[in-house]
């Protein structure tokens, strides 16, 4: 088959050949115009003519005779998520590992196979990449604009050159991001290895590359946070390329990230989600968004789904210790930051060599502090007292922040550190990262006093001087996540506490679910420019 164009030249007379075919032919390039008339498709008055140069003349006949494109491709039967077609292009979803194009390493199964199923007419326009005016890394998913003829690639091929079409990315990146900033780096090839790009001085063949991100949502553990990034600039692997080199890589990028950020998710998690562009024919505005990726919804819901860190507090007497102890029954594991001072303190414990170094008339015969003389002293000398807390409590944040981890790597749901100076440490605000859920136990006063008076043995002075040192009960319990009142027997207090513990856990199946509505609200929400 042929397409055929004949005319007579009249307000064409004096133009250049290639011109005056070219505004005929708007589907067509000047390139191709110019390709045909070298190639002694067109005549004039009958005569072939092969340059693309020659002035026209008022009254020649000329006639261009332009056999149709003969694709080499080969169409193939395979699902394609098609979320808007009309005469002139269609917008689909592109599902991660799957190539644009073919190419040398991939010279078939690619999305272009499948769209000469779907789209036939394709065909109709020449080369490997028919229709196809952007592209998507082969492991990123989401959106990509296709025209269904070469008119409107053209047209669509200058919106994107003209930066006048809007792609915004969802990115799923190691780390915490700050929660608004640009990258201006330039891109270009790495100097080294030859598949990877990197940021490259303009003066060494970098090209200007613009991103911007906001960070959307951060994991409980922030070990990973989810970004809306748009791009400016369309540069090879930009997105990929910049946030590595701001040192918030990719998760599962297996070019760019280390290999524990690479071995985080199967595949690159980054997803072209909303476009914006002009209908090239129309003119009307168009905007489309892809649906939220399932494997990036569980690989963020499994970095929300780390160990649930809790710290039990409380005032002295209250039963914190019981409490710890029934949790230790129904099978979390727990630390008691008193038992780690009382390590500290031990002989050949760190506090206690430190001391030692200069207060050794503080310290027991056997080398360990004497809390008998240590109490008084500290209770006369202010800055012995701040010396003594500052070492004991970060070296005891340390312990309980190495116990979490530790529980985390054993795939531990909950884990539990018993710590009565929680809130007076400061430590709700930036000690533990993520910030543990806090649950304060609670009784009377009185029994209270009652029971480390007759359980320790404290007088009631030295029960009035700890509990000084200490928030009021009720200004814990307003300022913790949980309250746990410490009443019933034994066995009422396991079932009350496996119920908590029900509620403080949700299955995975669960977190991905209202991970997904959460997600789903703030992109609804966005306001974008």
């Not at 769209?115 to 998507?136: A, D, T």
């Not at 029934?326 to 630390?335: D, K, M, Q, T």
Request: charged fraction near 25%; include cysteine.
């Amino acid at each position: 088959m042929t397409e055929e164009l004949s005319f007579h030249v009249d307000a064409e007379a004096g133009e250049r050949l290639d011109r005056a075919l070219h505004a005929r032919l708007e589907g067509m390039s000047r390139a191709a115009v110019q390709k045909a008339i070298t190639a002694g498709q067109c005549r004039i008055d009958g005569l072939p003519v092969v340059s693309a140069a020659c002035k026209l003349r008022r009254g020649q006949l000329v006639e261009l005779c332009l056999p149709q494109a003969d694709s080499p491709l080969q169409a193939e039967a395979a699902d394609l998520e098609v979320l808007f077609q009309d005469e002139r292009l269609v917008v689909c979803n592109k599902p991660a590992g799957l190539t644009v194009h073919p190419c040398p390493s991939c010279p078939e199964g690619t999305l272009v196979h499948r769209l000469l199923h779907h789209f036939p007419q394709l065909r109709q326009m020449e080369g490997l990449r028919p229709g196809i005016v952007h592209r998507l890394d082969k492991d990123t998913s989401g959106l990509l604009l296709v025209a269904l003829d070469e008119a409107t690639r053209l047209r669509l091929a200058e919106a994107f050159a003209a930066r006048t079409v809007s792609k915004s990315y969802l990115a799923l990146v190691q780390g915490t991001p700050l929660l608004e900033g640009t990258c201006r780096e330039p891109v270009g090839r790495h100097p080294t290895a030859k598949i990877k790009m990197a940021v490259v001085p303009e003066s060494r063949g970098g090209r200007s590359a613009h991103t911007d991100w906001r960070v959307l949502w951060t994991a409980a553990d922030r070990s990973c946070s989810l970004l809306l990034v748009r791009i400016h600039t369309g540069r090879t692997h930009q997105i990929r390329v910049h946030m590595t080199h701001l040192g918030y890589p990719l998760l599962g990028d297996a070019l760019y990230a280390p290999p524990p950020v690479r071995a985080r998710a199967p595949r690159q998690m980054l997803h072209a989600w909303r476009l914006e562009c002009t209908h090239p024919w129309s003119g009307e505005p168009m905007r489309f968004t892809a649906p939220l990726p399932e494997d990036m919804l569980a690989c963020a819901a499994a970095a929300d789904a780390c160990t649930r860190r809790l710290v039990v507090t409380g005032n002295p007497g209250c039963g914190k210790s019981t409490v710890c102890a029934a949790l230790e029954r129904l099978g979390v594991p727990v630390i008691s930051a008193d038992a780690v001072v009382h390590e500290l303190y031990a002989p050949g414990g760190l506090v206690a060599r430190w001391l030692g170094e200069r207060r050794p008339d503080l310290l027991a015969e056997d080398g360990g502090i004497d809390r008998g003389a240590l109490r008084p002293a500290m209770r006369q000398d202010p800055l012995l007292r701040q010396d003594v807390e500052t070492q004991v409590h970060e070296l005891v944040r340390r312990r309980i922040l190495k116990f979490w981890e530790q529980a985390e790597a054993r795939g531990e749901t909950v884990a539990a550190a018993e710590i009565p100076l929680y809130f007076e440490c400061g430590w709700q605000e930036k000690a533990f990262t993520p910030r543990p859920l806090s649950l304060c136990v609670s009784c009377p006063a009185d029994l209270r006093r009652w029971r480390v008076m007759a359980g320790r043995g404290w007088s009631a002075e030295h029960f009035d001087e700890i509990e000084a040192w200490q928030w009021p009960e009720e200004k814990k319990i307003a300022h913790s996540d949980l309250a746990f009142a410490n009443t019933g027997d034994a066995e009422q207090l396991d079932a009350r506490l496996e119920a908590l513990l029900r509620e403080i856990v949700q299955d995975r199946e669960e977190k991905c679910r209202l991970l997904r509505e959460r997600w789903q609200r703030l992109l609804d929400g966005l306001r974008l420019p």
